[in-house]
Nanobody
Framework: QVQMVESGGGSVQAGGSLRLSCAASGYTSSSAYMGWFRQAPGKEREGVAIIDTGGSTTRYADSVKGRFTISRDNAKNTLYLQMNSLVPEDTGMYYC?????????????????????WGQGTQVTVSS
């Protein structure tokens, strides 16, 4: 059974930084892509950043390019999201996910796939 647990969220002022982590267990090593997604109150969940199995391919939403960096440590089965220069519009619940069949389809930066395994989320709040 795949389990994914996010951590690292919190409240920061605009311009600040946070680093999110996602500890994965189960069969995520076979997932072609892992990614970070977020959902603001009253809005649909959106893709923020994705990374392939080897870490050589990454894609970002236009709104976070140049500010966020996604990475993964396969030895530790952990996914990261370094978030710098945060703005209030970055506020939301952040979820990590791993691709798999019969999941929910998202396209991030021109790469679309189905994300089947999801964590419970970690809240990020950015104040102005």
């Amino acid at each position: 059974q795949v389990q994914m647990v996010e951590s690292g969220g919190g409240s920061v002022q605009a311009g600040g930084s946070l680093r999110l982590s996602c500890a994965a267990s189960g069969y995520t090593s076979s997932s072609a892509y892992m990614g970070w997604f977020r959902q603001a109150p009253g809005k649909e969940r959106e893709g923020v950043a994705i990374i392939d199995t080897g870490g050589s391919t990454t894609r970002y939403a236009d709104s976070v390019k140049g500010r966020f960096t996604i990475s993964r440590d396969n030895a530790k089965n952990t996914l990261y999201l370094q978030m710098n220069s945060l703005v209030p519009e970055d506020t939301g619940m952040y979820y990590c996910a791993a691709s798999g069949p019969a999941g929910t389809y998202y396209a991030v930066g021109g790469i679309g796939t189905w994300y089947k395994y999801w964590g419970q989320g970690t809240q990020v709040t950015v104040s102005s």
